[in-house]
């Protein structure tokens, strides 16, 4: 797959979080992301514009425990290409997934980025880390939902850096989850 | 005061957080917190409108971190009541000021709700940690700066709780904070 010329690559972190800043329990239990809640004046998306909303995704990046928890999920990153990060390459059994190890900066500008336009990085803590502190990543989507769980791996775990952001988008969803979409400000400290 | 009838007390903990959860950076700089972000559809309060609003306020909590850090920034809480919960009370030089000792339940039901409508708990995490545990809270407003900090006083510590919330009120400013409103639902655990 080639870049269209017209629109630039793209690196997104995507993960939906507890209010309290988790992305996932100590234990991976998922039940807390199905919220119950109902938000009267909240968008409901139909299938159709969820399907085209994952179709636009050319790639995931991932750390290795997330990569182990999505296979323990049932897989729902389809065929659509997978790059695990991990110290430990292994073969995967998917022709879509592959591994890397070592430098991120040049793996991401010259290569992932010159192939994939829309790549989403979805976990975890130290991987959003390591590609906020190399000014690696364009886009945060942070997806909230309705609960406190009290404890577990965070979204953000102390970055130690400050990094301004600025407010593109927000919604509100009708099961009480909200989704604000930052851009990353290519800038080194309060601007 | 007395409390009106037809209204019942609320305790809402609200406080500006970073989108990687910090309430306040470690050192107690508070510059992270003028954004200088530019939202084109939020919304912009006049002055009326956010005097008319902190004049709601009956009564504010905080914990003694808060209120010395509140004392260096020059008081922002005029004449309305303070409680400031410490387990070393001393003299203020303030009517305003109470210093509340001990036990937190009988204190803020039979005490605080029956004199205040509208309290506030400003901070810090231990206090908030407290409130949720004991379920001595009603709401939550979480008012997001776009900014990573990176590290400081977290606004949720580790509650070591599971608390479903309800999705009230979502709005965007055109600063680029977005404030969200959250019913803390009277349950333990997952509904």
């Known amino acids: 797959m080639s870049r269209p010329d017209k629109f630039p690559s793209k690196v997104t972190i995507h993960m939906v979080s ?42 995931y990046i991932m750390g290795a425990k997330t990569y182990e928890h999505a296979l323990e999920l049932g897989w729902p990153y389809g065929d659509t290409p997978v790059q695990v990060v991990t110290r430990q390459p292994r073969s ?66 102390a970055i130690a850096k400050v990094q301004p952001l600025h407010l593109k988008d927000q919604r509100a969803y009708a099961n009480g989850m909200v989704e604000l979409t930052y851009e990353i400000l290519k800038t080194d400290g309060l601007p």
């Open 92 to 157: 995967s059994g998917k022709d879509s997934v592959s591994f890397h190890s070592g430098d991120l900066t040049e793996w991401v500008n010259q290569v992932l980025k010159t192939r994939y336009r829309n790549i989403w990085l979805v976990g975890g803590p130290d991987l959003v880390r390591q590609f906020i502190r190399l000014n690696l990543a364009d886009e945060i989507i942070y997806t909230i939902v309705p609960v406190l769980i009290g404890g577990g791996y965070p979204f953000f775990d």
């Open 18 to 59: 507890s209010l309290d800043g988790y992305a996932a329990s100590r234990d991976n239990n998922v039940e807390w992301m199905n919220t119950k809640d109902r938000y009267e004046q909240g968008i409901i998306l139909t299938a159709e514009e969820i399907n085209a909303y994952l179709a636009s995704i050319d790639c």
